[in-house]
């Protein structure tokens, strides 16, 4: 019933920026969580930021600083703006999120980051 989509991601060099979006359709009655996640080449899934309901925000030590995680309720859309982008960076980023009782994922969108 609920579908999540990413969009945003592309190839650009280092030190520049990128913001992903991720929106969610279908039958949403709140969204208690959101959070990106991202999983490079060869290593493990990592957290990058996580926005909840209350608007506090955590972030992977890699990217404070960088990254900015914000939400639009009225899209049901949330947000990743990425600058000072580094080549560690790449990755293929999703978007995950917490509705009602249940959880969802994105598809993922590939970031890479060029020295």
């Known amino acids: 019933q609920v579908q999540l989509v990413e969009s945003g991601g592309g190839s650009v060099q280092a030190g520049g920026s990128l913001r992903l979006s991720c929106a969610a359709s279908?039958?949403?009655?709140?969204?208690?969580?959101w959070n990106w996640y991202r999983q490079a080449q060869g290593k493990q899934r990592e957290l990058v930021a996580t926005?909840?309901?209350?608007?506090?925000?955590i972030y992977a030590d890699s990217v404070k600083g960088r990254f900015t995680i914000s939400r639009d309720n009225a899209k049901n859309t949330v947000y990743l703006q990425m600058n000072s982008l580094k080549p560690e960076d790449t990755a293929v980023y999703r978007c995950?999120?917490?509705?009602?009782?249940?959880?969802?994922w994105g598809q993922g969108t590939q970031v890479t980051v060029s020295s």
């Open positions: 926005l909840a309901r209350s608007e506090s925000t």
């Open positions: 995950n999120a917490l509705i009602g009782w249940d959880n969802y």
């Open positions: 279908g039958s949403i009655f709140g969204i208690n969580a």
